[in-house]
């Protein structure tokens, strides 16, 4: 008997395992979700950190020496998170999903290897040579590693997103039987790898990729000037972080209204579930929604919100233009992804976008008047928001991952039927309560790592120590007494 | 797509799934290997107070073990495409030990990352605890899942099989921080080195002795064939002459000889799982493996890049070999 049925035996009585199931989505689910963010820390730092370097090494000016050094820094801090979180997941789909592994391993398997190949390993060698490689390269080898480190983080991220988006409007297989087991195989692979979904959610990621960092680069460049208002590096930073703020923040929801659109046409019962759209008929565009009561929380029907609407657009918008048209609702299925999580997540997510916008237009109209660094309500606006792109990030991948439910590939295999049926919940539990408690100490540090940056920069511009080791503020960066 | 590129119902070559396995069991021998000696550097750091030659030690590993580390997920990743059952079965039937593995490569990635960030003496204390544990915990796991793999749930083998990787991970740290730092501690270092060859080889056949003796779900004949004898006796010669070369003070020598060890352990692996892929439930190969059109696109589009790979690494070493020189990032 193995130490860990042994502890089954004994423990029922005091504690409930959770179900395999349960406690292997959670797992996954958690363990992505702190995965994401370093990664989309690569592919959004990425642009900044090839400029940084390529301004350093051609201009030879401090201020670029010193951003590349800072940020750079961040990045391979980021990276080893990246790394680390990210083997996991490349085991989980084994440990916790062998049965969605081996259904789908023909189309997912050669993405994911292409990745790890093609992706991974460029920034892995590359991000050692830009780390420690300076003195031993020449300066055009150095330009060159640090495009190659950002053009395998967005490498990286396009082979994930072929097997995400494949599981999201699965194309290019057959269903065969093959050891006694109905598996998917493959029969067209430019159609497995370009599915209709996959081109919406590369721009989609990548460039909120690009707004979540650059409202990073934007908080900790305003921190440093509100601090240090001559900084000269740092108002080249914050001024960069805005601009590329204002290309990025309208794009995504022009993009996003669009991609919503694909979404209705391809997986109805998601669409339907982000707008809580139970009748099918005629939809209604909810453009604020607010609880009326708790009750609203967890089960966001019509009937419970307080809404501002327009009658019969979301008709309108979800069929290109006729506002009778019919839009499916939740009533038609069986079973549903739970709802109020998808709802909520996705209003989340729309409103954080629309004050990016606002941001960045503030930001805008500050630059043309040429007062961005003299606001003082500017950067503490800024500073506020600096977390705020990850949250709309990892919201919009709960749209996307739990408005999938019950299916792990869409219309061909459910999540409960992916699951491990060897893994008990004794197992399965204890390894989410580590993974737990282990990602909880590794972003806490992330986060440290990042106020101890911040803080040596400052020290080595001169401002004068502030706080002790102690983290006060709701952001990591900022001292209570600021 | 035309059919002569990538034919759909007939695999490029015959041979395609032996070379597929063969491919599978290359990039687990690159891992073992390269990521190998990154848990030696780990393990011996133990043996270090001195904080300069922890230092060392940490500028040695550095700038390489993210690029070595990949190669497992290249590992995985191509066990999952070439042979979805295969990865699926070996992590599910294996659920703690291969999540203890990943948990255990956390801590030794994390370790020295952190360990940078702050001066201050129980801090660093903390990282480097971090960073030896998950550097031990790591290849005793690893081998232990291999263990697994081969020889299913006898208790004995499997846990000689990764205290093996341990000490042959022992061995290729010695020899790689051997020829890249000082003479004094070079000849320290040769001492572990030598001590842990001699674990290592005769882990190897208390370890064979017993999968005989016990005839473990059947390997007995597979283990006393000519291959099998003709690789450890191969290991034998090079562990001792690898000892020869590390006591006359060759260590460039050492190190490529102690290379060898772990690539010969992954080619017995390979002898003892063929023709089956998974010896527990006796699924073959070819059974395992995808149908020809999807490997015929892993392998048209996969391969090439691996040779690529094979380049950036001969660049990365090339751009760091010779002795260690200062430490950290130079920023």
Same mark, same amino acid.
């Given at each position: 008997m193995s130490p860990i049925t042994l502890l089954g035996a004994i423990v029922p009585g005091l504690v409930t395992f959770l179900s395999p199931e349960l406690a292997s989505r959670m797992q996954f689910g958690w363990t992505i979700s702190v995965h994401i963010i370093f990664a989309s820390l690569s592919i959004g730092l990425a642009p900044f950190i090839i400029y940084f370097t390529w301004k350093d090494v051609r201009t030879n000016e401090r201020r670029y020496a010193r951003l590349r050094s800072f940020w750079v820094k961040v990045f391979a801090a980021g990276f080893v998170m990246g790394t680390v979180t990210g083997i996991p997941m490349s085991f989980q789909f084994g440990t916790n999903f062998p049965q969605f592994a081996e259904v789908a391993g023909e189309l997912i398997g050669g993405p994911l290897a292409f990745e790890a190949k093609m992706a991974f390993f460029l920034e892995a060698v590359f991000l050692g040579v830009l780390l420690y490689g300076r003195d031993r390269v020449k300066d055009r080898t150095y330009i060159i590693s640090s495009v190659l480190v950002g053009f395998g983080a967005w490498l990286s991220g396009f082979w994930i997103l072929i097997v995400n988006a494949w599981m999201q409007t699965p194309r290019g297989y057959e269903m065969v039987t093959r050891n006694g087991m109905e598996i998917a195989k493959l029969t067209d692979p430019f159609a497995a790898f370009f599915t209709p979904r996959m081109p919406w959610m590369y721009v989609h990621m990548m460039n909120a990729s690009v707004i979540s960092v650059a409202l990073l680069v934007a908080g900790v460049s305003a921190y440093i000037v509100w601090k240090k208002p001559d900084a000269e590096a740092w108002n080249t930073a914050l001024k960069l972080a805005v601009v590329l703020l204002i290309a990025s923040a309208p794009f995504q929801a022009i993009h996003g209204d669009a991609y919503g659109r694909h979404v209705e046409d391809t997986q109805p019962q998601k669409f339907a579930a982000m707008e809580a759209?139970?009748?099918?008929?005629q939809a209604d565009l909810h453009l604020l929604a607010f609880p009326k009561s708790p009750e609203a929380l967890t089960d966001p029907r019509a009937e419970n919100l307080v809404t501002v609407s327009l009658p019969a657009v979301g008709s309108f918008l979800a069929s290109g233009g006729d506002f009778d048209a019919e839009v499916i609702g @939740?009533?038609?299925?069986?079973e549903n992804p739970p709802v109020a999580l998808v709802f909520w997540s996705f209003r989340f997510m729309v409103g954080l976008g629309f004050l990016f916008i606002g941001l960045a237009l503030w930001g805008g109209f500050l630059m043309y008047r040429g007062r961005l660094a003299d606001s003082t309500r500017y950067l503490k606006a800024m500073i506020a928001a600096s977390p705020f792109g990850y949250a709309a990030l990892l919201t919009g991948w709960y749209v996307t991952e739990i408005g999938r439910q019950p299916w792990v590939i869409q219309g061909e295999l459910k999540t409960s039927e992916a699951v491990? *049926?060897? @893994?008990t919940g004794a197992e399965a539990t204890l390894t989410l309560v580590a993974f737990v408690v282990l990602y909880v100490g590794l972003m806490l540090t992330a986060l440290y790592i990042l106020k101890w940056l911040v803080r040596e920069e400052l020290r080595s511009l001169g401002?004068?120590? *502030?706080?002790?080791?102690r983290w006060h503020g709701p952001i990591p960066w900022v001292s209570s007494d600021d | 797509m035309t059919d002569t590129l990538l034919p759909v119902d007939a695999y490029?070559?015959?041979s395609l799934p032996e070379i597929w396995f063969g491919a599978v069991l290359f990039a687990l021998g690159m891992y073992v290997v390269l990521d190998g000696f990154d848990f030696g550097i780990g393990m011996l750091?133990?043996?270090?107070?001195?904080e300069r030659e922890r230092e060392t030690f940490l500028a040695a590993f550095g700038p390489v073990w993210d690029a070595n580390e990949v190669w497992v997920v290249a590992f995985g990743t191509m066990l999952l495409a070439a042979f979805p059952r295969v990865y699926s079965r070996l992590l599910a039937d294996n659920y703690l030990l291969a999540l203890g593995f990943v948990v255990a490569l956390v801590f030794r990635g994390l370790g020295p990352e952190l360990r940078e960030q702050r001066d201050d003496e129980r801090w660093k204390r903390y990282t480097d605890y971090a960073f030896i544990g998950g550097s031990v915990f790591a290849p005793l796991l690893l081998g232990m899942l291999a263990g697994r793999w081969l020889f299913g749930e006898a208790t004995l083998p499997v846990a000689l099989t990764g205290v093996g990787l341990v000490a042959v991970s022992i061995v290729t740290g010695a020899a790689f921080l051997a020829a890249k730092t000082e003479p004094g501690l070079a000849s320290d270092l040769r001492a572990y080195g030598i001590g842990a060859t001699v674990a290592y080889l005769g882990g190897v056949v208390v370890l064979l002795g017993t999968v005989v003796l016990t005839d473990v779900g059947g390997a007995a004949d597979a283990v006393l064939s000519l291959p099998v004898a003709a690789v450890v006796a191969l290991s034998v010669a090079v562990g001792l002459s690898g000892s020869v070369l590390a006591r006359r003070g060759r260590y460039r020598a050492w190190l490529a000889s102690a290379l060898s060890l772990p690539t010969l352990l992954t080619i017995l692996v390979a002898i003892l799982l063929y023709p089956t892929i998974y010896p527990p439930t006796g699924l073959l190969v070819r059974e395992a493996v995808v149908s020809p059109l999807a490997l015929n696109l892993v392998t048209v589009l996969g391969f090439p890049v691996l040779l690529l790979v094979l380049w950036y690494f001969k660049f990365l070493y090339g751009v760091f070999s010779g002795p260690i020189e200062g430490e950290g990032y130079e920023g």
């Open positions: 759209h139970y009748e099918t008929g @939740l009533n038609e299925y069986e491990s *049926s060897t @893994l401002v004068r120590e *502030s706080s002790g080791g | 490029l070559v015959e750091y133990a043996t270090r107070t001195d």
